[in-house]
């Protein structure tokens, strides 16, 4: 089906939604009168990294998979933060007249989680992050270009990587305002992520439960029927 509503533009099962100025490009699956679940992605990656679980979660939710500012069909402004994408986000929700969404978020989908959570409490049912940086400082290394044609804007990379490094303590104390169940995923000992600090912020989350899946960083992609049975089951609980 084509067609218009507003400043959402219909095609099918994909459309672009004018997100406060940023057009953000979305893939949706599921049945639309099902209860709403938002997915974020990594760095570097867009909607379709979400396909190898979409469908289990297609079967119970109306999934909307967004490709993140800088990313795949989106919009490629130049301008990157966790806030301006947290900023997208919550625009999205409220252009598609979304309410309550289980938001999930991957590696820096996490991050843009976790603040959509403190900044729109009204918007996020239950908030399930997957093996997030938290925001403490680190010392990642800033990773070359790769060579030829990217389907992200390379600008996004430095961006994103330098804010991690320098960390944000003003979000680490706010950790403790997010009201949302939250289901925290780690992926374990293979991950680059320093799974003791993934423990520190389930404890700093009222409502947190902390599982750990060892898959390494990617654990949806590397087994994603146990992520998806994981979440699923806790999303009933």
């Not at 209860?35 to 979660?57: D, I, K, N, Y």
């Not at 939250?182 to 799974?195: K, R, V």
Request: with cysteine; net charge negative; charged share 20%.
């Amino acid at each position: 089906m084509n067609g218009h509503l507003g400043n959402v533009v219909l095609m099918g099962e994909e459309y672009k939604v004018d997100a406060g100025g940023v057009s953000l490009a979305c893939q949706a699956s599921g049945d639309r009168d099902a209860p709403p679940m938002v997915l974020l992605h990594a760095l570097g990656e867009q909607a379709g990294s979400w396909a190898p679980v979409t469908a289990r979660f297609a079967a119970h939710y109306r999934v909307v998979a967004v490709d993140l500012r800088g990313h795949g069909r989106s919009d490629w402004p130049g301008a990157y933060s966790f806030q301006l994408m947290r900023d997208d986000v919550t625009a999205l929700i409220d252009r598609l007249g979304l309410g309550k969404v289980v938001l999930a978020g991957h590696s820096m989908g996490g991050m843009v989680a976790y603040l959509t959570a403190m900044t729109r409490p009204d918007q996020v049912s239950r908030l399930i992050v997957e093996d997030a940086s938290p925001p403490c400082r680190r010392d990642r290394a800033l990773p070359g270009r790769p060579d030829g044609p990217l389907d992200f804007d390379w600008p996004v990379v430095p961006a994103i990587v330098g804010q991690v490094n320098q960390g944000d303590p003003v979000t680490w104390g706010k950790l403790g305002e997010i009201s949302a169940p939250t289901l925290l995923i780690g992926g374990g000992p293979q991950s680059h992520i320093p799974q003791q600090l993934l423990a520190d912020v389930a404890s700093r989350i009222p409502s947190c439960e902390l599982v750990t899946i060892p898959a390494g960083h990617y654990v949806h992609n590397t087994k994603p029927d146990e992520f998806a049975d994981t979440v699923l089951r806790w999303l009933r609980g």
